[in-house]
């Protein structure tokens, strides 16, 4: 558990480098001037929104499971183990939210410049405070419609970030699980990808540098336990070793 701990641990220490750096400086969201550059950031950011992260889960899902190569009943223990993880860090997110209850940076900023009341609006229930924002944004050319569409679709609060819950959990379960394996590229690759969907989640007026830093913490340790538990229950049964394709083969 403690080795495991350190490795997933040192891989939360990297993914918060961004966010911390950025929470010390005193960053807050404003709206540019120019929003073609962050479109990418925006793409970046639906591969984990509903109905892309369902996808991207049964991807990853699919991906973890041909690296470890385990056999058919360790591999289908594996699956409910990754899922199952997902489903708690998302439902920590969620009873976190609805007791801290910290408002959006673009719900701050529409209560500073326009007619939108903050407490007002969260008080309205989920299609009332889209339909507050439709009215709200109407009138001005600054926020470009697609982001308008985004800010309508998530009008819920914002400590801690459920996009980066999900996406540090498959990074950190990608350190803990697949790069002891070697699989170092897959490992790199999703711990940038993890980095990218946390800047755009800022990026895009969604969530402070705080927000996403609680939402790793809470990646990190639903993932070290599910570590752990892969290790307990599936890491006894050691992946099937390349050089014996007839071993695998008389398995299946």
């Given at each position: 558990?403690?080795?495991?701990?350190?490795?997933?641990?040192?891989?939360?220490?990297?993914l918060?480098?961004i966010?911390?750096?950025?929470?010390?400086?005193?960053?807050?969201?404003?709206?540019?001037?120019?929003?073609?550059?962050?479109?990418?950031?925006y793409?970046?950011?639906?591969t984990?929104?509903?109905?892309?992260?369902?996808?991207t889960?049964?991807?990853?899902?699919?991906?973890?499971?041909?690296?470890?190569?385990?056999?058919?009943r360790?591999a289908?223990?594996l699956?409910?183990?990754l899922?199952?993880?997902?489903?708690?860090?998302?439902?920590?997110?969620?009873?976190?939210?609805?007791?801290?209850q910290e408002?959006?940076?673009?719900?701050?900023?529409?209560?500073?410049?326009?007619?939108?009341?903050?407490?007002?609006?969260?008080?309205?229930?989920?299609?009332?405070?889209?339909?507050?924002?439709?009215?709200?944004?109407q009138?001005?050319?600054l926020?470009?419609?697609?982001?308008?569409r985004?800010?309508?679709?998530?009008?819920?609060?914002?400590?801690?970030?459920?996009?980066t819950?999900?996406?540090?959990?498959?990074?950190?379960?990608?350190?803990?699980?697949?790069?002891?394996?070697?699989?170092?590229?897959?490992?790199v690759?999703?711990?940038?990808?993890?980095?990218?969907?946390m800047?755009?989640?800022?990026?895009?007026?969604?969530?402070?540098?705080?927000?996403?830093?609680?939402?790793?913490?809470?990646?990190?340790?639903?993932?070290?336990?599910?570590?752990?538990?892969?290790?307990?229950?599936?890491?006894a049964?050691?992946?099937?070793?390349?050089?014996?394709?007839?071993?695998?083969?008389?398995?299946?």
């Open positions: 558990m403690v080795e495991i701990a350190k490795r997933t641990g040192a891989g939360a220490l990297l918060l480098i966010p911390l750096l950025l929470w010390v400086s005193g960053w807050q969201w404003r709206p540019e001037s120019d929003y073609r550059w962050l479109k990418g950031w793409w970046l950011t639906q984990v929104t509903s109905p892309w992260g369902t996808l889960s049964a991807l990853l899902i699919g991906w973890f499971l041909w690296c470890l190569r385990y056999r058919l360790p289908l223990g699956a409910v183990i899922s199952a993880t997902l489903l708690i860090g998302q439902g920590m997110k969620s009873f976190i939210k609805e007791r801290v408002s959006r940076p673009y719900v701050v900023w529409l209560d500073k410049h326009y007619a939108l009341n903050d407490r007002a609006f969260y008080a309205m229930p989920r299609k009332a405070r889209a339909a507050a924002l439709a009215r709200e944004l009138q001005q050319q926020i470009p419609p697609w982001l308008q985004h800010w309508r679709a998530e009008t819920g609060f914002s400590f801690p970030s459920g996009h819950v999900f996406a540090a959990s498959w990074a950190l379960l990608a350190v803990g699980l697949l790069w002891p394996r070697r699989h170092r590229v897959s490992t690759v999703l711990m940038a990808w993890a980095s990218g969907v800047v755009s989640r800022m990026a895009l007026g969604m969530h402070w540098p705080r927000d996403v830093v609680m939402g790793i913490a809470v990646g990190w340790l639903v993932i070290t336990l599910a570590c752990w538990l892969v290790q307990r229950s599936i890491g049964l050691t992946p099937i070793p390349e050089e014996a394709p007839d071993i695998r083969s008389r398995s299946e």
